[in-house]
């Protein structure tokens, strides 16, 4: 048997099981190896009831004498209750609240290990376990793979119980011939990393005198060999993609004084000293020949537009077209207006490509854009599928790249010489995971915001008391601001977001302000219709804007200083942080004031972090665990591979070690032979996982 065979030649695999394994992943032997426990169980520890001392944690191993149901109209507090004895003639007692689910699972006469920890129910003057785990012994054969050591717990797979996972892994592993460690001998040397094989049953199987904690924490030499592992493999690939990017034909853009000058003349304040340390890494990509791949990254808010607009000027005083893409078209427009508000005066021409124009306008627009009369083109990221010809393109902007697929699609523009990318971000994510996601990527942060903030008095209110919100609204519009109310999110249906969004429209307009001018903004109005809001509420016209998330990312009105966000609870923490972002942009206290109606306990920790901080990388981390990295950057789409073994919140430091391990070790490989063996083994046993990794 190799890591290769098929699972159903393991013994005790027939058809049914595979298939239930198969939900699992698993296919073959090294699936199964790599289906790691989620946590173990310290059975080492197996007393008899009559040595139980309350307070400590212990495995019992009982027959079960009886057990009872006790009713309650509550359902909280039916009790379910074991009693069981061991040959030390003691019982004991276990007991489970909610428990009515073991009735059919916990039965008179089992053979049954019990672990949790020990209490002396003074109530009943007995020895108890509340809500232990239990396992039921009906195999005695493998008994000493279940009991007197550390256990690995499994997820069960449908029928298939950790117990009889455990099993398998364990036959797994016996029959398994040897095989080659495919990690570079010099580098798990240095490390001291365990051989494969040793960290797999390891893994599995503790050694007797293991800690627990350690285990529980993923933490041992076996562990970290395995979690390093995939790291390393994964962040191979793409340093030699980062290799390759590197090599390819850019542009050198000059630093030119007729660059700075403009730059000074159309700055409308001063840069932050982060903004001018990012737009220096910008610049010095720029004026080298191999074509930038940066990203910049910076809470909302702190001013990463001014920073395109910059990097903008110094790729046209070289002569070279800009292109600049948004993910929506509302923020599209958004950036036409600052960029023409700031570019044309200077003499630079401004055109904005969306899908709503005619195509007679359209025709008329890619003609300026493939003649090189229009020098900065802005549109959705639809410009890049477009059959849009440039004359000289010199430099792409992506804005708000929440949606990680764009890049792949970006090599559409880079026929011929590549232009530069500058990416533009506002969710935070911590630095190793940016760089991994990212791939790539080289990362610049602004982590600072524009002097004179303040921070944003962030609230939470019942949606009974919405009346009373209404005022203070109607108190800070009478005082010359505007505000925001943006309505509830609807994942199954745009349709219904947009009639809920029209229906607090129509009561906000004709009942609550009558008196006020009220606008409404979504994504189903035509272009010509949206620009006629958005230009409104930015010349302070339009007072209360009622809108879809559409204004989620990007739009900049500094007068703005209300946002009332309705039925909070249905957002995402992320989403709502961004909300939030469309005020406090100006000098004047700004508010937002979560409506909330029955929430969850995850929603309520969602509302109380936002109420607490206002720190982008602390309410992403906060995200992250509540949701998963899975969910949170929704891994399909991010093209992130799915790990086996690592984690990518838990094991956040194993990372970084491995980015730097796999950079150094592509630099500077042992041996070519190594090195040439190493990038085999990504490419047969890893590139179909990180699907993202073009490796060589
Ligand atoms: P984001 O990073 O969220 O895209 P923006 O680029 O929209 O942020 O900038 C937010 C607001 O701050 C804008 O109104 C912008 O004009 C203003 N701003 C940016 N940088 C500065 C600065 N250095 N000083 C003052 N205001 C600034
Ligand atoms: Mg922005």
Redesign the pocket.
Known sequence: MNLDTDITYLKGVGPQRASLLKTKGISTVEDLLYYMPFRYEDRSNVKPIAKLAPGETATVVVTISGTQLFRSRQRAARLFEVRAMDESGRPLVCKWFRGDYLQSILRQGQRVAFYGKVEWDSYSQELSLFHPEYEILDDESEANLHLGRIVPIYEAAGRLNTRVLRSFVHRALDALREYADPLPESLRRRLGLPLLDQALLETHFPPPGSDLAPLNAFRTPAQFRLIFEEFFYLECGLALKRRKARSADGIAFGLVDSARRQIKRIL?????AA?KRVLKDIATDMSHPAPMNRLLQ?D???????VAVEAAVIALENDYQVAVMAPTEILATQHYLYFKHLLEPVGYVVVCLTGSLTSREKTKLKRMVAEGVAHVVIGTHALISKDVEFRNLGLIVVDEQQRFGVMQRLDLLRKGKHPDVLV?T?TPIPRTLALTLYGDLDVST?DEL??GRRPIVTQQARQSEAARVYRFVRREVEAGRQAYVVCPMIEESETKAVQAAQEVFAHLSKIVFPDLKVGLLHGRLKTPEKEAVMEGFNNGEVQIMVSTTVVEV?V?V?NATVMVVEQAEGFGLAQLHQLR?RVG?GAEQSYCILLTGRLSDIAKQRISTLVKTQDGLRIADTDLQLRGPGEFFGTRQSGLPAFRVANLVRDRETLGIARSEATAYIENPSSEKEMRRLVTHIRERWQRRYGLVQVG
Do not use: L, N
Request: no cysteine; aromatic share 4%; proline share 21%.
């Open positions: 409308p304040f001063k840069p932050t903004q910076g909302v808010g702190s001013g990463k537009t001014i533009m506002a602004i524009p002097p990007g900049d500094p972002g942009r």
